[in-house]
């Protein structure tokens, strides 16, 4: 697993703890901890203890002569990422990455298991056209992740037109040591570098639909401001929400509350029970109360109203570096050996 | 100046120490202060000490018997004002109002001088309506306050047609002791009573039409989420902006820096200079940063950029107990006396 | 269960929720309360749902007409404990109490499983003296406990002398609401009300000899003082030591890392595995990462150091809601059953 | 002035804006800085503006071919410090400098003006020492600043014997981006490195007698343990101190709120009004609420109260950044010009 030193790494570490389809046999790391054990170059930043199979592992250089394994998790910068994971994809490795950097390629899919697993076939459009024996396979953004969940079964029932989106992001989404305390302490930031961009055009991309090798972006706007604020964990993403055919509260409520993922995706082992949360009190979803629903990968939808000027507003909470990031990436591949996709699996 | 002892009463003290027109006579309080000094039962909130002359004023209770003032300032709950406050126009006192009590009311002026300053005259239809010597001027509530003095310069530069409103508001909004510790502490409260309703309607009543004895609502619609966030001081509202006449970011950002509010309210003793203020860093207005701009009177502006829906996006920052609260009525009454429309002064 | 919708009346719910002991069957409440559904009536503050069980209880008045228990757990504040906990011991039940109200009555022993197991032989002097079928067993202050934890084996060890004691205190410790935010954004405060007698007196009677129907207390003195944070849960003190068999910070170590708790508090369901946990990284325990250890049930001790003046240094933590609070009531109760101390069980 | 871009650097800049005796003519910063305007390459984190003459100044390197002045502001990292500071010194230029670096060298001055200004003289003893035409003059670390202020009248009223001391010190001290904000949310964390020897040493240093060309240290003890709190600015300090005439909370009240220090420090442009302040409220002092007391530079004392073990307890306050550092620099420096220590001045 790439780069597992930082903060969504040491989160795959934790989740791929115990997994029942998966065994974490080699951890990389950047260049000046190669070498040392993971548990002596390693700050973990969770309550929990780190594995002790992950403390006596050695840190390796992210390079396929070192590492040949037939499924790879990546954490990796996306600068890095564009180096190095092509390399892995070529040398016959299935990378499923949280990297940004592929996920504009056509022939990457963008994946979410419970919204777009037919999306996972263009594995082969990239085999193909690489002579790659691997693949890239990408997660989306952690904060296009919750709100594309909440998305789907809308899009479904009535068609997406124009979403304003704006979020209030945890810190973990900075990754480790991330944010300044000095600069969040009675605050908070108006501004997540790159952000914007990717939720504006993300959830085109997988709530698009597959034409044979490619991906038509969904015929809808994302309009997209964000935000940091003081929370450790749990993207919280305020909704207005124009859809194609009308419909009030009740209906969407219906919708989202009776949303049934595909079933391909639904007895994974890291399917989230249920897939969309609904709740009815006025001041639900809260990061700190509900960012762990059903493990941290459900995605908590609330607070649906009307709204004086599109369809209705909403409130979508997604653990960020669990659903938005690591475990995202673990359910991925799950759903890819499933589909026969990984090699040797 | 009544109920002195919440968190705006106590804002309202602090403003008025030195003011150089007005002199605090009175104080009044809950029911259960009354007869006390002043100094020993209110909580002190702020770091600076409260000035001894309010130390030693006598709290009262809230009635024209009690306080005979030619102007009143009120920091009152809503349906205690609903109550109070007509007595004391009735018997001869301008009342400057914080309380939503009357907002709606055709005859009340919700006023910002650097906005809507002609509004005042409603005062006259009041007077003559209800045979009153005195009358009731309210401010907007704290989040609309800095909201609708950005949009000012764009609607009379551009007109408005459409805005999307997300916020995310201080602590102190909620009064004190407001939010319990342990609802904020690592979380964020995506709801705030009864606010969203106030931040659709009170813009377009302040940046509405007067037409003789009535105010023609702004033709314009708001959509607004309201969110807390674990910030002391200092309203952000992240905007979405359609304009009548389509305009780019350059020419948003001029009609912003440019504007300059009505003459008659320039040179009041509380006049923000500059009225609005923007900043070009892309993480800026920030609420621990920014909110004492002009000493909490300046509304901030920033990260103007395009929208790919409407025509661009903009964050806006106002000291809410300041500017929202004690300061902006102060500015109200200000204006009131030197429009000749408080008995004596 | 008294008081349960406060927030350690909450925190005894979810504890025994699925106890494999006990079973829940009365819940009271404060008496604007009483006759609602607890799930009604309470403001629930966990992440964790309310046990289904619970929300469909009424909420009772607490009086031993209305509930008719063997075992009786007890969140009452203090003023009304005084009154109403003696009528419960008096008509039969076993009180095991979060009030500090009998903690000083010499024939009440305050109590902790894995320290004094041996003083719960003072419910026979009660009952003997009072009359009583029931009795009062009252669990520690939140911060005495797990200080009183970890001098345990120092003072089985070494002896004791002199102990200064620095908490920084987490805001659950305050209630529901409790501290109000305003208060301790970008602040701490040095005052918690009554704490520090408490610091200074209970450790002594927990860690006194037990003398036929009496307490001496221990022969030593602690000086006290306590400080609230912002942080939800999890209590730091940091202690310095003075041992009367002066030892070095390994010998110490040693002790507190080998300590085994009494034998018939070791296998009771709440008993923490371990008792103590001895970390050995400079900067441990940490609220955030150590108040789960062991379910909550754990004492935490970490920077183990020399000290200039006394023998060593140390901090320790504790989870103040759960072994703080309704767990040690809870561990209480089990050590009670199996001295067979509870009527019926 | 050295090392001007970081937290402290900016604070000096701050402070200086506008000094009637100083006037700033070079900044220097790290060598990837040289040769850029302060303006662009510094991130000033104060919400006032950078001072315009400031942001216009390049950043030079800390060498004395770059910079010659007669007086130097050093913020200089220890481990810098210790190369830079004596080449400033033997080149002509009087040191104020914040680093550690020197500050256990017999003939540097440890300075608090309020405290010992004797010491002061320690400048002639280096200067032939060395044979340097400038000399080095140390402030001490910032929570020993507070806590030494605070002892000395105690010391000159009664003697000290022995000082507990447990800190809960703000973010800034650990500079900027300094502490991440993943690792104080919901959290204290109960080390700072290398803090407790310094509060074990300083004070004892400071509180000295000076002996012809050295100082014997205070005969008194310290026992110290430091925390990190949640808070931007401001150090607490809880002391449990023993008397050498044993006195109780009366008498030290009077000596702590009499305090009058030396004459000749006491008209300078930073020294406090009043030097100590005391307050009698139950929960002061607090950081938010009295950091600012006398500009940052007073320091304040409260919840004296009497201790079963030593004379009694009490609480300090003291803005680390202001008094604890960039400021007491800068009242160093005042003093030594006003004794005519500094060349050309």
Redesign the interface.
Request: aromatic residues 8%.
């Given at each position: 697993m790439h780069r597992a030193t930082g903060?969504v790494g040491q989160r795959f570490v934790q989740l791929l703890d115990g997994h029942p389809w998966f065994r974490v046999v080699a951890l990389t790391g950047a260049d000046h901890r190669a070498g040392r054990a993971y548990g002596e170059t390693c700050h973990w930043?969770?309550?929990e203890p780190m594995p002790t199979w992950a403390a006596r592992l050695p840190v390796l250089p992210s390079s396929p002569e070192a590492v040949d394994c037939p499924l790879v998790f990546s954490a990796l910068p996306a600068d890095i990422a564009r180096q190095v994971e092509p390399k892995f994809a070529h040398h016959g490795s299935l990378v499923c990455t949280n990297a940004s950097a592929f996920r504009r390629e056509p022939d990457v899919p963008v994946l979410l298991p419970e919204v777009n697993p037919e999306h996972a076939s263009l594995v082969d459009v990239q085999r193909e056209r690489h002579n790659w024996r691997g693949a890239i396979v990408a997660n989306p953004n952690c904060t296009s992740t919750g709100m594309t969940v909440a998305l789907k079964p809308l899009q479904d029932a009535f068609g997406l037109r124009?979403i304003?989106a704006?979020s209030?992001q945890a810190?973990?989404g900075a990754g480790?040591?991330?944010?300044?305390?000095?600069?969040?302490?009675?605050?908070?930031?108006?501004?997540v570098e790159g952000e914007e961009a990717k939720l504006?055009w993300e959830p085109r991309k997988m709530l698009g639909k597959l034409n044979g090798d490619t991906v038509s972006l969904g015929d809808f706007?994302?309009?997209a401001?964000a935000?940091r604020?003081?929370?450790?964990d749990g993207h919280?993403v305020?909704l207005?929400v124009e859809l194609r055919e009308p419909a009030g509260v009740e209906a969407a409520h219906q919708a989202l509350a009776a949303y049934h993922p595909p079933e391909i995706s639904c007895d994974l082992p890291s399917a989230p029970h249920p897939a969309i949360l609904v709740r009815d009190e006025?001041?639900?979803?809260?990061?700190?109360?509900?960012?762990?629903a059903g493990g941290g990968m459900t995605t908590v939808v609330?607070?649906l109203r009307p709204?004086?000027?599109?369809d209705f507003?909403m409130?979508v909470l997604s653990h960020n570096t669990v659903r938005g990031a690591a475990g995202g990436s673990i359910y991925n591949a799950e759903l890819l050996v499933k589909l026969g996709l990984v090699a040797g699996a």
């Open positions: 903060s930043i969770f309550p124009r304003f704006v209030l810190l973990s480790y040591p991330g944010v300044a305390s000095l600069d969040v302490i009675d605050n908070v930031l108006p501004y504006e706007a994302v309009s401001q935000n604020v003081p929370v450790s919280l305020c207005t006025q001041d639900r979803p809260q990061p700190r109360l509900d960012r762990l609330g607070r709204d004086p000027l599109f507003k409130v």
